[in-house]
Each structure stands twice: as structure tokens, then as C-alpha cells.
């Protein structure tokens, strides 16, 4: 079987392909600028024992149609060709940003489904949009193909009532749905389902720390989310790259009052200007690291918060969970970044959680334990694969 991954933005679409049953990736690519005279297109073949291919072109797209037909075009010929027909695709699985509390799980698409996605667009206005879009534009490239949509906010539909409301009127949920989501679902869901059978224990006690861009954190446990620290959007939690995280919602009254922020401004300020750019001028780790490096008292303050709000969500939620067996890192900071783990680990004996720093400091590939001998809790890093996730699910729901 040939899974064909699709996760699209609103002027991108990331894409991969998947042999199926083994699970092994053909190719993968990335679009961008889609709409421009400049649109790039970065493709990259995998053939097992080489190197991989890469190809880089840069060409006028006028839609997300046209680049998927380029996309198509590069899966389909020349010598680096992966499959000869558009028909050889068996599935399509989509990244769709907002399930709401409609989707639990992985969900084969229909026009029900198809207008569920749109119900929820008022609820992800910056990315339900574009995934859809993604979705009608994959049904007319691949008319006989069955389309499923993979959900970030699916994955915490187990969340129990007293951690997915808020205490505001009940009406605001029962209307309008006002409550936690969280987001990152097909991320933690793939990395604890790998802890638990590195740890050989399906029940253990597991908190999840993705470190992306975005970042937030879950508590999970037998592999189910029991809490996680993004809420009804996003922008909830921990301090992000561009993102403030948790604040008191005085401020933003404070804002939009006495000192005059639009709406607009306020958006803006807390979801592109914030968190460690806010803080110290970069939203890239890599930066601020060097800063660091440097002397920069701003970076070393950041450095700080970030690792701090972190410790707070680790103590919350051994509290939700009772214990704990491990802590996992995951994704571009939190497999990279050795001074933030250093520091998030740092005094935490309470927990059971000890770091071998020589291990710590080391690069390797794959899943590490990084547990100083002898230590109660874990602590792993555990490197994320969400398009996999999405194939994975995707074949779970034909099969
Ligand atoms: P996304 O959330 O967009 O999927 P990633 O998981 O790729 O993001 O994480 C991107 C972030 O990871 C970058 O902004 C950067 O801060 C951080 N990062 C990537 N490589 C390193 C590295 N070697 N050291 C520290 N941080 C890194």
C-alpha cells in the first residue's frame, strides 16, 4: 500500500509518502510560497542503502491545485519517480488542525465530515481553512482515493470534564464551546506510545514535553491524555517560540483598556511577538543559545522562564498522575536542546527524575534514555514523527 501524507498551510503543503506495511518512507517534500511567481518545491527520495536524493525548484503556483500537481508530477516521473500513476496511492491522510469534540480518532472523509471541519473553522481560523482546502483540492487530484482526515485535538478528547473546562458560565460551553482542546494530539500520542514500549509498560505514568515552535505538554497515561497545557487555542501554557503561554486574562483587559490595543494588536502581540522572542529577540533556539553563550543577560532570563514554566506543568501533573515513570522530550528543541533538558531536570530528585549529563550532552538518532543509573522516573528523548502517526492511523482505519 502507498500512504500519501498531506499536512497544508495556508501557502504550504508538506508532504510525504509511505510504503505500507513497512512503513517506510518513499519520499517527502515541502511547498512553499504557494500563491507567488516564486513558489519552491524541496523534494527528497529515499531509497533504502543510498543517500537520499534532493531537488529543489523554484516555479509560479497559483493555488494549492497547482502545487499538488507538481507534487503529483515529481511523485510520477524522471528516475527518482516513487510511483507511475496518481492510482497507486491507496490512502490520503490529512493533518486537520481542529476536531472540536466531534472526531476521537482518525476519520475516513465524507461530506458529513467535510462539513464538520467547516463548522469548526470559526474554532482554528488560522489553519482549519487551509487544511480543507487541502482536503477538496486532494479530491479532485486523487478522485478514487479515500481521504482521512488525523486530528491534533483527537488525541486529548480523553481528557476528563474537571480538566477540560474552564470556570466560566456554563452556557459558554455548552453554547459555544468554549473549553480546553489542546493541540499537538498526533505528536504526544506517537511519542508515549513509544516510551511505553521502550519502558515495556503500557500503564506508565508519562508526561510528554513537545518543544516545536509551539510547545506544550500532556499527562498520559496507559495511552490516554489526562491533561494537556495548550486549552482552547494554542497560544495556552508554556512559553513558545512567538507564543506568550499562560498569562493572567487581566492583561489582556489591560491592553485592550487603558493602554489601547486594538483586538487585532493584542492577537498579534501575544501569538507572533511573545514568548522567547519577546523575551530575548529570537524565536530560534539556536540564537538564543548563542546568545547565551555571549553573556546576554535577556537570553539567559529566557532560558529561565522557559525551562520554569516547564518544571510547574512537570509538578502538575505527577499530581494528575499519581507518580511518575518517565518525562519524554520530543521535537525540534526538545531533541536538540541539551541546556533546556539540564535545566528542566535540575533539582527534581522529588520526582525521582536524575540526568546523566554526559548523556545529555550527547547527538545520537532514535529513542535515548538519558537517566542517570539508578533513577526512580526517566527521562527520554524520544524523536517526534507525526506524518508516520498519520499513515499509521490511516491504516489502522482500513485494515
Ligand atoms: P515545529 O513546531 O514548527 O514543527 P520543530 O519541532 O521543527 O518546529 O522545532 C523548531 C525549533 O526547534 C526551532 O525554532 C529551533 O528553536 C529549535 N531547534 C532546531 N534545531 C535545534 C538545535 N540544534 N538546537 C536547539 N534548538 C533547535
Not at 506510545?193 to 496507559?222: F, K, W
Not at 491533561?227 to 489582556?252: C, E, K, N, Q, Y
Not at 491592553?255 to 494588536?265: H, I, K, R, T, V
Request: one cysteine or more; charged letters at 20%.
Amino acid at each position: 500500500m502507498n500512504i500519501l501524507v498531506l499536512n497544508s498551510g495556508s501557502s504550504s503543503i508538506k508532504y510525504q509518502l509511505f510504503r505500507w506495511p513497512d512503513e517506510r518512507p518513499a519520499c517527502s517534500g515541502l511547498v512553499e510560497r504557494i500563491g507567488s511567481e516564486q513558489a519552491t518545491i524541496t523534494h527528497k527520495t529515499f531509497t533504502p542503502g543510498a543517500s537520499p536524493a534532493e531537488l529543489r525548484s523554484t516555479l509560479p503556483l497559483p493555488d494549492h491545485e497547482a502545487g499538488l500537481l507538481e507534487v503529483v508530477r515529481l511523485l510520477t516521473t524522471g528516475p527518482e519517480a516513487v510511483i507511475q500513476a496518481p492510482a497507486e496511492i491507496d490512502l490520503v491522510g490529512h493533518r486537520v488542525v481542529h476536531g472540536g469534540e466531534a472526531f476521537t480518532k482518525a476519520t475516513l472523509i465524507d461530506e458529513e465530515v467535510k462539513a464538520e471541519i467547516r463548522r469548526l473553522f470559526g474554532l482554528a481560523p488560522l489553519h482549519n481553512p487551509a487544511n480543507y482546502d487541502g482536503i477538496e483540492v486532494a479530491e479532485r487530484v486523487f478522485p478514487q482515493v479515500r481521504q482521512v482526515a488525523v486530528f491534533d485535538t483527537a488525541f486529548h478528547q480523553t481528557l476528563p470534564e474537571k480538566a477540560f473546562r474552564y470556570a466560566l458560565p456554563t452556557a459558554l460551553y455548552t453554547e459555544q464551546r468554549i473549553r480546553r482542546y489542546g493541540f499537538h494530539g498526533t505528536s504526544h500520542q506517537y511519542v508515549a506510545a513509544q516510551a511505553a514500549a521502550y519502558l515495556e509498560n503500557p500503564d506508565a505514568r508519562l508526561i510528554t514535553i513537545h518543544l516545536g515552535n509551539g510547545c506544550s505538554m500532556a499527562a498520559v497515561r496507559g495511552g490516554q491524555s489526562l491533561d494537556t497545557s495548550m486549552g482552547f487555542s494554542p497560544l495556552a501554557g508554556l512559553v513558545m517560540g512567538t507564543r506568550s503561554g499562560d498569562l493572567d486574562p487581566s492583561v489582556l483587559l489591560h491592553l485592550l483598556g487603558p493602554l489601547g490595543y486594538s483586538g487585532a494588536q493584542v492577537n498579534n502581540l501575544l501569538n507572533k511577538e511573545s514568548g522567547m522572542l519577546g523575551l530575548a529577540g529570537s524565536n530560534d533556539m539556536r540564537d538564543i543559545s548563542a546568545a547565551l553563550a555571549a553573556g546576554s543577560p535577556d537570553a539567559a532570563l529566557a532560558y529561565d522562564l522557559y525551562a520554569y514554566r516547564i518544571r510547574q506543568y512537570i509538578g502538575a501533573y505527577a499530581a494528575v498522575l499519581n507518580g511518575l515513570d518517565a518525562i519524554i522530550f520530543t521535537a525540534g528543541v526538545g531533541e536538540n536542546d541539551a541546556l533546556v533538558r539540564s535545566k528542566v531536570c535540575q533539582d527534581m530528585d522529588f520526582f525521582g527524575l536524575a540526568l546523566d549529563e554526559t548523556q545529555n550532552q550527547q547527538r545520537q538518532p532514535g529513542l535515548r534514555d538519558l537517566s542517570a543509573p539508578g533513577a526512580r522516573a526517566r527521562v527520554l528523548v524520544v524523536p517526534t514523527n507525526e506524518e508516520l502517526e498519520i499513515a499509521r492511523q490511516c491504516a489502522e482505519l482500513v485494515e
